[in-house]
């Protein structure tokens, strides 16, 4: 039986502004990326997802981001390296405190937005970010997609890279994300199942245009604050067991 991680982004809510549908979404996935209070996320959150994690058994990752309440984490920004180096290791410090008190550990780290994009293609960012995280703990694993500048710095550390690909997001013939704003940018449930099925199964993802890209992936993301993000959630699981795949978060 074929297997794949499904990760889906977290705990997003922020003191009385709610965000997503955790408690809903949390069966049917196997690793979840928490919000650090950078673009989302509090203390209080943070540890209720926590504790949703570990009542279900799904993977816990610190879900990092550039300090941007109020743009959610989308907005570039311009950092040093350094100041990045310690912005990436005190939120994993943050969620790792959280997973500690709830019996558990983290085990990956990955990228927010903003941040997400910006290391994928700088160098110097990308070696900044993957430094944090070996710095903390070697056994973490650092989620990117496929080809991004993080995975090569990742390697260079002798850390574990996870390849990601995304389940409900289009992507263009470049084999890079729509951006946002494009015509089918977001999928509706069932498009992102049957672009689940087509990287999880064939290793082929359908870009906008009609092209075939070559895709390779251990962990599908689904996004947590759209508005459908439970019946996603189950629509995708219930796809991928339909399809003989089990859903199964990676181990070291």
Same mark, same amino acid.
């Not at 019946?231 to 089990?246: P, R, V």
């Given at each position: 039986m074929k297997r794949i991680d499904l990760n889906c982004d977290m705990g997003e809510s922020f003191g009385a502004w709610n965000m997503g549908q955790d408690a809903r979404v949390m069966p049917w996935i196997s690793s979840a990326n928490i919000a650090c209070g950078m673009h989302a996320g509090d203390p209080a959150t943070i540890q209720r997802t926590v504790a949703l994690a570990v009542q279900h058994g799904v993977a816990i990752g610190a879900h990092v981001s550039l300090p941007d309440l109020q743009g959610f984490g989308r907005r570039t920004m311009a950092i040093s390296a350094a100041d990045l180096h310690a912005l990436v290791l005190y939120q994993i410090g943050a969620l790792a405190g959280f997973a500690r008190a709830a019996g558990t550990r983290l085990r990956h780290v990955k990228a927010h937005g903003a941040l997400y994009h910006q290391t994928a293609s700088d160098a110097v960012l990308a070696q900044a970010f993957a430094q944090a995280v070996c710095d903390f703990d070697m056994q973490l694993a650092v989620v990117a997609q496929h080809g991004s500048a993080v995975l090569d710095a990742t390697q260079a550390l002798g850390l574990r890279g996870l390849r990601e690909a995304f389940a409900d997001r289009g992507y263009g013939g470049d084999g890079k994300l729509l951006p946002r704003g494009a015509t089918d940018a977001l999928l509706d449930t069932a498009q992102a199942a049957a672009q689940a099925l087509g990287i999880a199964a064939q290793g082929v993802v359908v870009a906008h245009g009609g092209a075939r890209l070559a895709i390779v992936a251990d962990t599908l993301c689904m996004?947590?604050?759209?508005?459908? =993000? !439970? #019946? %996603? =959630? *189950? $629509?995708?699981?219930? #796809? %991928? !067991? $339909? !399809?003989?795949?089990?859903? *199964? #978060?990676e181990t070291p």
């Open positions: 996004h947590g604050d759209r508005d459908d =993000a !439970a #019946a %996603l =959630a *189950q $629509t995708l699981h219930s #796809a %991928l !067991a $339909t !399809a003989n795949i089990s859903v *199964q #978060a």
